[in-house]
Structure formats: structure tokens, C-alpha cells
């Protein structure tokens, strides 16, 4: 079995194994037709639950082989110009070449002894991020594993600096109406109360109102409660919509609140050569999400939490002696594990560095530039689309539509229309949207991040989708044949 460990000795094998693996994957990749096989997961589940985990294949060549069934063959592919649904992206060459070498060399982010060159470099990348943000000489923060994760660090910092027991049962939370679940779910976890997340309406263009915001904290205030925080979001997971962040960053100066700026997904806008306007007033936050695997072309997992204050990322600092003592804080010895919510931790900072030493932070802004030319150019062509009602202008890279048939006005019959088109669209595997509630009814989604993907795909998926629609309009109307004409 030591021939399976990767060291001096086995560094032939392990170019071989990698090799083969990733041969497999681009082989894959040159041939897939469509975002998805569309197949169901009772059909899947068999071939998963036949593989025997206590008869070991032996090298990893048959267990490829037999990856391609359970796997490659039916997994969802995010480069596909018709993948359409969630914010996943195509990830770039350089970071695909970062995660093969962090994954091998697997240094440990939590402390100096397991990581040395890796928690500079992460450091490197945390000021550069920083300083995009424009969060002054102060700043510091971490990389994390998700959007959620940094949400949650985020809000644990804001309940710890918050002029209020974290146990009072009086901390309030604000965000919008469109903001993220994990916010709600942070708090849950944070232990405040479930009423402690204060729902602020948005505009017609689903942007926090900042007047509804400084009502909802006097409202609080006048009931007894603690301002902890508001959550202001650049780019909502729903619109793309950016909330007017200097506006609330003059609300919460006016109450001493702290500002969290959820920018999982319009991040990519720190890069863009002509939208970073978009994202004035984010400097003014005391906490930012960024998230990389979303809108800079990387894999998961690669997000971080930046803070305007070095100092408030104390409240994560918890000491072990045979890990990070005390004392290695007098000696200056970087342990990043004293600013994280993990210990052991993936150098998923490499993946970035790599992107930025070979494409250049421009490069990276142009790609995400793209998919918001496309998302406008998407916007155009739904708006000129009797077939179709299409929600807000993009700001970002989503379009928010539904497919309204010409011979019903039945709200019931449009929801069910518009699902049964996403799911028939999905079991075709030609392409894949996402599906969202807008005021009560049922909307469809389409999340752009491919640069590849075209106006004509979009086009193309407009038909589909109107096919299956109409064939269930069909089936509604009692009608044959699924074929209107
Ligand atoms: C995706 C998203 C999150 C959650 O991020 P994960 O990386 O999926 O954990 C948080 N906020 C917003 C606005 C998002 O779009």
C-alpha cells in the first residue's frame, strides 16, 4: 500500500495517476454536447450504490474507468455555453493548475510551521484584495470556504463589537429582502433570536431603500433593541441588484452601526476596467464578503472576509499550546488560524495568486465584463419577446423572466407552466436554468458568468424553453398532443 503515498519514490506515479485523471476530464470536456446528460437520480443511484467501498480496484486507472460511469459521464457541466442556472462559473487554466499543486504539496493554512510561503502569499492576496476595496491602511481579513462561511465570520465579528450582550436577545440584524439565506442563517447560528434579521423592503429595482433602512433601525431602537449590523449585498443571488452602499454607509455612521457588504457575487466588479464604479461607497465598509469562485473564474472553494479593522478579527482568536501559543503573537510569527473559523485549511490562495500572475487582474475584469455586456444584450432581446415578462434590468450578469403563454391569464396555470418548462428543460440536458419566486410567482432564471455562452444561445434557450412550455400548455388545455402549433 505505501506505493499509494506520494513521496520521492513515487513522484513518477503520481505524474502518471494525475495525468491519466486529468487526461480523462479534458477528453470529457473536448466532447460534451450539452450542459447535462439529464439523467434522474433513480437512474443514477443504482450505478453509485453498486460499487462495492470494501473491494478496492487497485490502481487508479480502473477506478477511472469506472468514475466515468458514476460521474463524468452525467455530471453538470459549468463550461458549457448552455449552463445557464447558479452562479458557477468556467474556471481558468491558472487556478486549475494551482489546485493540482496545493492539493499535492497540501500545506495547511492555519499556522506558520505548516504552511510558511502559503500564508504569505494568502496574506498577499488578502491586502491586494483590500486594497481593491479601498479599506485603508487597517485592513486585514482571511480566506474562507464559501460566501456563507465569510457571512457568518462576518456577523460573529459585528455581534462581538456590537454595544450590546450577545445574549440579550436584543440584536438586530438589517438586510434586504433580497439578501442572501445565510445571513438569516448566521444568525440562527450566532444564537440571536429568530426575529433578530429585519427584512428592509427594496425599490422596483430591488435595491435597499436607505430611507426604509434608517425607519427599520429607528423602528428598533424605539422598541428597546440593539443595532448589531446591516447587511448591505453588491449583487443579490436573485438580480444582481446592488444595494446603494454609500447611502447606507451614511446610515449606519449616523447610528454607529456596523456595515457588512455581501459581495459574493458582484465582487468581480474589483477587477473590471469599466463597471467599478458600480461598487462605490464598498470601501467604507467594516466587513466585506468576497467571493472568488464566483465572479473570478475559480473553483470551489475560494472566498475570503476582509475587515476595515485588523484589530476586531481578535474574536476568532482562540489559543492551543501545541498549535498557535500566545506567545508566538509576541514573536510575530503569521498563524493565520488566529483570524480563522477553520483550522486545518486549504491554501485555496494559490489558485487566485496563479490567475493573477498569468491573466493579470484586468483579464479576469474583462471576462466578468463580458457576461455583463451579455446579461444587457439578454435583457434586449427578452424585453422584445411577447412571449416573455422579464423582471429588473441587470446590473450584473442575471435575468429574471417568466414565459407567459398568449392563450391563458391563469397566474396558477402561468407558475405551473414556467416549472414544468425548467424541468422538462433539465431532463432534456440541452440546457440548464434556474427557477426563482418573484412576488409570489413563479419566475425563471438565467445566472450568465460564460464568457463563451452567446446572445444567440441565449436566443436558442428562449425557444427551448418556449417549446416545452407551450407542450404543457398543451397538457393544461387538455389538448393531444404535446406539439401546439
Ligand atoms: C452565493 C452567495 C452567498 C453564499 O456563498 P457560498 O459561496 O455559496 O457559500 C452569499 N451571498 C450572496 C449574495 C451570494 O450570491
Same mark, same amino acid.
Given at each position: 500500500m505505501r506505493s499509494h503515498l506520494l513521496n520521492d519514490t513515487t513522484a513518477e506515479?503520481?505524474?502518471? $495517476?494525475?495525468?491519466?485523471?486529468?487526461?480523462?476530464?479534458?477528453?470529457?470536456?473536448?466532447?460534451? /454536447?450539452?450542459? *447535462?446528460?439529464?439523467i434522474t437520480p433513480d437512474a443514477l443511484g443504482p450505478e453509485v450504490d453498486a460499487v462495492d467501498l470494501d473491494r478496492p480496484l487497485g490502481d487508479s486507472a480502473a477506478a477511472l474507468d469506472e468514475l466515468e460511469r458514476v460521474y463524468l459521464?452525467?455530471?453538470?457541466? *459549468?463550461?458549457?455555453? /448552455?449552463? @445557464?442556472?447558479?452562479?458557477?462559473?468556467?474556471?481558468?487554466?491558472?487556478?486549475?493548475?494551482?489546485?493540482?499543486? @496545493?492539493?499535492?504539496?497540501? $500545506?495547511?493554512?492555519?499556522?506558520?510551521?505548516?504552511?510558511?510561503?502559503?500564508?504569505?502569499? !494568502?496574506?498577499?492576496?488578502?491586502?491586494?484584495?483590500?486594497?481593491?476595496?479601498?479599506?485603508?491602511p487597517g485592513a486585514d481579513g482571511v480566506f474562507t470556504s464559501g460566501g456563507t462561511q465569510s457571512n457568518l465570520h462576518a456577523l460573529l465579528l459585528a455581534r462581538e463589537e456590537a454595544k450590546d450582550e450577545p445574549g440579550s436577545g436584543r440584536l438586530r440584524v438589517f438586510a434586504s429582502d433580497c439578501a442572501h439565506f445565510s445571513v438569516q442563517k448566521a444568525a440562527t447560528l450566532l444564537g440571536l433570536t429568530a426575529d433578530a434579521v429585519v427584512p428592509v423592503p427594496c425599490d422596483r429595482d430591488r435595491r435597499l431603500r436607505p430611507a426604509a433602512l434608517a425607519a427599520a433601525i429607528e423602528g428598533c431602537i424605539a422598541d428597546g433593541?440593539?443595532?448589531?449590523?446591516?447587511?448591505?449585498?453588491?449583487?443579490?443571488?436573485?438580480?444582481?441588484?446592488?444595494?446603494? @452602499?454609500? !447611502?447606507?454607509?451614511?446610515?449606519?455612521?449616523?447610528?454607529?452601526?456596523?456595515?457588512?457588504?455581501d459581495a459574493a457575487y458582484g465582487c468581480g466588479l474589483l477587477v473590471s476596467p469599466t463597471r467599478r464604479g458600480h461598487l462605490d461607497g464598498i470601501e467604507r465598509a467594516d466587513s466585506v464578503t468576497v467571493d472568488y469562485h464566483k465572479s473570478f473564474f475559480q473553483p470551489v472553494s475560494s472566498s475570503a472576509v476582509l475587515v476595515r479593522d485588523r484589530v476586531t478579527l481578535r474574536h476568532a482568536t482562540y489559543h492551543a499550546d501545541y498549535l498557535n501559543p500566545r506567545r508566538a503573537l509576541a514573536e510575530r510569527i503569521p498563524n493565520q488560524v488566529d483570524k480563522s473559523l477553520q483550522t486545518t485549511r486549504r491554501f485555496d490562495a494559490l489558485k487566485l495568486w496563479m490567475t493573477l500572475r498569468v491573466m493579470g487582474a484586468d483579464g479576469v475584469g474583462q471576462l466578468f465584463d463580458e457576461v455583463c455586456d451579455l446579461?444587457? !444584450?439578454?435583457? /434586449?432581446?427578452?424585453?422584445?419577446?411577447? /412571449?416573455?415578462?422579464?423582471?429588473?434590468?441587470?446590473? @450584473?450578469?442575471?435575468?429574471?423572466?417568466?414565459y407567459v403563454p398568449h392563450r391563458t391569464t391563469s397566474p396558477a396555470v402561468i407558475d405551473r407552466v414556467n416549472l414544468h418548462a425548467r424541468k422538462a428543460l433539465f431532463a432534456s440536458g440541452e440546457a440548464v436554468v434556474a427557477g426563482t419566486v418573484v412576488d409570489g410567482r413563479q419566475y425563471l432564471k438565467f445566472t450568465l458568468l460564460n464568457p463563451e455562452t452567446t446572445a444567440q444561445d441565449i436566443a436558442a434557450v428562449l425557444d427551448l424553453i418556449a417549446e416545452h412550455a407551450e407542450a404543457h400548455v398543451a397538457t393544461e388545455n387538455g389538448e393531444h398532443l404535446a406539439h401546439a402549433s
Open positions: 506515479r503520481y505524474r502518471r $495517476s494525475v495525468a491519466d485523471g486529468v487526461g480523462r476530464v479534458a477528453a470529457r470536456l473536448a466532447s460534451v /454536447r450539452a450542459p *447535462f446528460s439529464g459521464r452525467d455530471a453538470v457541466y *459549468f463550461h458549457h455555453p /448552455r449552463y @445557464l442556472a447558479h452562479l458557477n462559473c468556467p474556471v481558468v487554466i491558472p487556478a486549475v493548475v494551482g489546485e493540482a499543486v @496545493l492539493s499535492a504539496v497540501n $500545506s495547511s493554512l492555519d499556522t506558520w510551521d505548516q504552511s510558511a510561503g502559503g500564508t504569505l502569499i !494568502e496574506r498577499r492576496l488578502i491586502d491586494w484584495t483590500a486594497g481593491r476595496i479601498g479599506l485603508g433593541a440593539t443595532p448589531m449590523a446591516v447587511v448591505a449585498t453588491a449583487g443579490t443571488t436573485d438580480f444582481g441588484s446592488i444595494d446603494p @452602499l454609500g !447611502e447606507i454607509a451614511d446610515v449606519c455612521a449616523m447610528y454607529g452601526t456596523w456595515l457588512h457588504v446579461a444587457a !444584450e439578454g435583457w /434586449r432581446l427578452l424585453a422584445a419577446d411577447p /412571449r416573455y415578462d422579464v423582471v429588473v434590468r441587470p446590473r @450584473l450578469s442575471t435575468l429574471v423572466f417568466r
